[in-house]
């Protein structure tokens, strides 16, 4: 029943930016991967952005040069700069971490694009 605690989302208009961040328990340990993704209704989950400890990077090509990922090993925890917000990247936010034993999910966090 474990879960990632996220925070950080809300309204923001176009162009504007949004700062998302997600915290795990300390008994989370060994966590290779943090990850974002997001969800609209009747949409499958996509990856948005990825890291792994060595802090190397991915991002999807949507969201590539306009978000940026990153980690604090020390605290567990993984955030979200999102920069020149378009419409479109209106959606759910979950974070997500994974390690040796399974993979954790935030609750979701509401960002809305609009003006």
């Known amino acids: 029943q474990v879960q990632l605690v996220e925070s950080g989302g809300g309204l923001v208009q176009p162009g504007g930016s949004l700062r998302l961040s997600c915290a795990a328990p300390?008994?989370?340990?060994?966590?290779?991967?943090m990850a974002w993704y997001r969800q609209n209704p009747g949409k499958e989950r996509e990856l948005v952005a990825g890291?792994?400890?060595?802090?190397?990077?991915n991002y999807a090509d949507s969201v590539k040069g306009r978000f940026t990922i990153s980690r604090d090993n020390a605290k567990n925890t993984v955030y979200l700069q999102m920069n020149s917000l378009k419409p479109e990247d209106t959606a759910v936010y979950y974070c997500?971490?994974?390690?040796?034993?399974?993979?954790?999910w935030g609750q979701g966090t509401q960002v809305t694009v609009s003006s």
């Open positions: 300390i008994s989370i340990f060994g966590i290779g991967l």
């Open positions: 890291v792994i400890r060595d802090g190397t990077t």
């Open positions: 997500k971490m994974q390690n040796q034993i399974g993979a954790y």
